[in-house]
């Protein structure tokens, strides 16, 4: 039986984690992710592997929660050298950079949004590989 192997990204006021070897997992192992997940009102994509929860946290503490959950894991981390500046200039995030976006939202302008900041979404997403 694998265990999951996870890549944790820190975003300012978020973070996202890349369950790697997703394919290989079991369901009860799966289960046990989303369920994480769930009980920090986070948002588990299944097309992307990866999940995300809007909460700042550092990684050693992510590792702590990983541990104290039961999930059996390995976690890595993600730095992230370089992000847009571009501000959103509408909704729910306006004012804040693309870079502070969940990606779960980003994900979600992706299929949704048709306006002038399209390049810069596609941009942003092209950058957090999701």
Same mark, same amino acid.
């Given at each position: 039986m694998s265990i999951a192997e996870l890549t944790f990204t820190r975003y300012p006021n978020s973070f996202t984690v890349c369950v790697d070897n997703l394919e290989l997992l079991s369901v009860t192992q799966i289960q046990e992710l989303q369920e994480f997940v769930d009980d920090r009102n986070g948002v588990f994509d299944f097309n992307t592997y990866s999940f995300s929860i809007q909460k700042r +946290?550092?990684?050693?503490?992510?590792?702590?929660?990983?541990?104290?959950s039961g999930v059996k894991a390995t976690c890595k981390e993600k730095i992230l050298k370089v992000q847009q500046k571009a501000q959103v200039g509408f909704g729910k995030y306006k004012g804040m950079f693309y870079s502070d976006l969940p990606d779960a939202y980003l994900l979600w302008l992706k299929g949704n949004y048709r306006g002038k900041d399209r390049?810069? +979404?596609?941009a942003e997403l092209n950058f957090r590989t999701i």
């Amino acid at each position: 039986m694998s265990i999951a192997e996870l890549t944790f990204t820190r975003y300012p006021n978020s973070f996202t984690v890349c369950v790697d070897n997703l394919e290989l997992l079991s369901v009860t192992q799966i289960q046990e992710l989303q369920e994480f997940v769930d009980d920090r009102n986070g948002v588990f994509d299944f097309n992307t592997y990866s999940f995300s929860i809007q909460k700042r +946290i550092e990684f050693n503490d992510f590792v702590s929660l990983i541990n104290a959950s039961g999930v059996k894991a390995t976690c890595k981390e993600k730095i992230l050298k370089v992000q847009q500046k571009a501000q959103v200039g509408f909704g729910k995030y306006k004012g804040m950079f693309y870079s502070d976006l969940p990606d779960a939202y980003l994900l979600w302008l992706k299929g949704n949004y048709r306006g002038k900041d399209r390049d810069i +979404i596609d941009a942003e997403l092209n950058f957090r590989t999701i």
